[in-house]
């Protein structure tokens, strides 16, 4: 199991996605649970490190998704992933990872588009729009 942080803006709902280290496609930054954290605030350190954001983020996840994670080795193996909903206060101009991602906003619909876990499209797509309805 992997915990999840979907960044999201006070201002206008978009959501913040990053790239992966090693294909380059658009995520939410993710990582393995840290002990001594609870799962919300691993969520809150993985888009610390991933993506320099500093926020709020909500202590109960608001779903989950799965994916096939390949491995050094070749093989791979599935993953849940609790995803947990992060309201970005700020975002750093240098952070662990900045040399190695980069980072975006998109309307949740348009991220929806643009990642592939099918489960985290579901997510993004429910998600509703700064001042509007559910897309």
């Given at each position: 199991?992997?915990?999840?942080?979907?960044c999201?803006?006070?201002?206008?709902?978009?959501?913040?996605?990053?790239?992966?280290?090693?294909?380059?496609?658009?995520?939410?930054?993710?990582?393995?649970?840290?002990?001594?954290?609870?799962?919300?605030?691993?969520a809150?350190q993985e888009?610390?490190?991933?993506?320099?954001?500093?926020?709020t983020?909500?202590?109960?996840?608001?779903?989950?998704?799965?994916?096939d994670k390949?491995?050094d080795?070749?093989?791979?193996?599935?993953?849940e992933?609790?995803?947990?909903l992060?309201d970005?206060?700020?975002?750093?101009?240098?952070?662990?990872?900045?040399?190695?991602?980069?980072?975006?906003?998109?309307?949740?619909?348009?991220a929806a588009?643009?990642?592939?876990?099918?489960?985290?499209?579901r997510?993004?797509?429910?998600?509703?729009?700064a001042?509007?309805?559910?897309?």
């Amino acid at each position: 199991m992997q915990v999840a942080a979907l960044c999201r803006s006070r201002q206008d709902g978009k959501v913040l996605l990053v790239t992966s280290r090693g294909t380059g496609r658009w995520i939410v930054p993710k990582g393995w649970p840290m002990p001594g954290r609870t799962l919300a605030d691993a969520a809150l350190q993985e888009a610390w490190e991933e993506a320099g954001v500093l926020g709020t983020i909500g202590q109960e996840p608001i779903g989950t998704y799965h994916y096939d994670k390949v491995q050094d080795l070749g093989f791979s193996v599935p993953v849940e992933v609790r995803v947990y909903l992060l309201d970005v206060e700020s975002l750093a101009d240098d952070w662990l990872e900045s040399g190695q991602r980069k980072r975006r906003w998109f309307e949740p619909a348009r991220a929806a588009e643009l990642v592939a876990e099918t489960g985290l499209k579901r997510l993004l797509a429910g998600m509703v729009p700064a001042g509007g309805s559910p897309a």
